[in-house]
T-cell receptor, first 116, second 115 residues
Framework: AQKVTQAQTEISVVEKEDVTLDCVYE???????LFWYKQPPSGELVFLIR??????QNEISGRYSWNFQKSTSSFNFTITASQVVDSAVYFC?????????????FGKGTKLSVKP | EPEVTQTPSHQVTQMGQEVILRCVPI?????FYWYRQILGQKVEFLVS????????KSEIFDDQFSVERPDGSNFTLKIRSTKLEDSAMYFC?????????????FGPGTRLTVL
């Protein structure tokens, strides 16, 4: 069975600091998919990124970057120069070989607070 | 951009009552899902639905729960006899393919409060 672990329950930083959110996954599948979602205080779930198990390239999108390392089963998320609007709960998730069609298995989330 | 919509945004009910949560998926999407999130906890998969039938369900999705797509547009989750522990945010999700970044997109959620 798949499992996603986000060991950091809460993180608090001051604006403009960089912050990394950790995600460790477990799976028996050789093909799997990893995701990050953001849940702001308003409650909706906002998709941030999807990564296939066969694509270990790191990705950067503006202030966001993701580091995928199969050797350590990790898919970490870094926010550079954090802003107050980044305050949210961030969830890492995975599915099996079916990709986005399969049911998402979520981690417990990391609550990020960015203070001005 | 098309969105998944859910109604109501907040439902309060008495224990033992039936509730129906509604979702309007993005048109032409084929896969539909319900997830729930108990306050302060992680998001949990309940059920997936494809081609007018359940394709997968979790242990949470017991006989008290049912889903259907009665009119080809709405996708509903029914809880037959609510319990206090059913209080949670319920999210509908729909699967689309968009090149490299296909993913499930979530509706805004329905907060269910069982008293």
């Amino acid at each position: 069975a798949q499992k996603v672990t986000q060991a950091q329950t809460e993180i608090s930083v001051v604006e403009k600091e960089d912050v990394t959110l950790d995600c460790v996954y477990e799976t028996r599948d050789t093909t799997y998919y990893l995701f990050w979602y953001k849940q702001p205080p308003s409650g909706e779930l906002v998709f941030l990124i999807r990564r296939n198990s066969f694509d270990e390239q790191n990705e950067i999108s503006g202030r966001y970057s993701w580091n995928f390392q199969k050797s350590t089963s990790s898919f970490n998320f870094t926010i550079t120069a954090s802003q107050v609007v980044d305050s949210a709960v961030y969830f890492c998730a995975s599915t099996d070989r079916r990709g986005s069609q399969g049911n998402l298995i979520f981690g417990k989330g990391t609550k990020l607070s960015v203070k001005p | 951009e098309p969105e998944v919509t859910q109604t109501p945004s907040h439902q309060v009910t008495q224990m033992g009552q039936e509730v129906i949560l509604r979702c309007v998926p993005i048109s032409n999407h084929l896969y539909f899902y319900w997830y729930r999130q108990i306050l302060g906890q992680k998001v949990e998969f309940l059920v997936s639905f494809y081609n007018n039938e359940i394709s997968e369900k979790s242990e949470i999705f017991d006989d008290q729960f049912s889903v259907e797509r009665p009119d080809g547009s709405n996708f509903t989750l029914k809880i037959r006899s609510t319990k206090l522990e059913d209080s949670a945010m319920y999210f509908c999700a729909t699967y689309r393919t968009s090149g490299r970044a296909d993913t499930q997109y979530f509706g805004p959620g329905t907060r269910l409060t069982v008293l």
